[in-house]
């Protein structure tokens, strides 16, 4: 089958668009582990919060980033036709779910696999990669998609 050189060039910027997202999509995932560890750990060793309590406001201002991040920077092309607050409770809602899937597949490993239960920081990457792949495709196709 041959193709046009539009559709070559359509595929081939298509493929960019793809590893752009999903460079600057890691980078926003880094920012927020960053701003979630920082808060977890300013109000547990300063304020001495309690470590389960620390979480909810981390993760609330953790997953508040990476959506700026990503609405701004990572998919800035794509068309927003939400109100503000409405598409970041989506975000939120998305990325709950991802992090659900991503604890889950952890616990189904180390409790059903056996290597997975001696050494659980292969479960916790797995989980981790499981939970990326969702959050991606969840924002590029769910919150932030093309119209």
């Known amino acids: 089958m041959k193709h046009s050189i539009k559709d070559i060039a359509y595929i081939n910027s298509n493929k960019a668009n793809i590893l752009y997202e999903l460079f600057f ?3 926003a995932g880094f920012l ?3 701003v979630d560890a920082s808060i977890v ?6 304020i001495k919060v309690n470590a ?3 979480q909810i406001p981390a993760f609330t201002l953790a997953v508040t980033t990476t959506w700026l991040f990503n609405r701004n920077i ?3 092309h794509y068309t927003r036709t939400k109100k503000l607050f409405k598409e970041w409770l989506h975000y ?3 990325n709950s779910l991802g992090a659900f899937i991503n604890n889950g597949v952890y616990v189904l490993l180390v409790l059903k696999v056996n290597t997975m239960g001696k050494e659980p ?3 916790v990457a797995c989980g981790a990669l499981t939970g990326l792949i969702f959050n991606f495709a969840a924002s590029r196709t769910l919150i932030f ?3």
């Open 74 to 76: 990572t998919f800035f």
């Open 25 to 27: 999509f890691l980078v």
């Open 32 to 34: 927020g582990f960053l």
């Open 92 to 94: 939120v809602t998305a």
């Open 145 to 147: 998609n093309k119209k």
């Open 121 to 123: 920081v292969l479960a």
């Open 41 to 46: 750990w300013i109000l547990t060793e300063f």
């Open 52 to 54: 389960i309590i620390a």
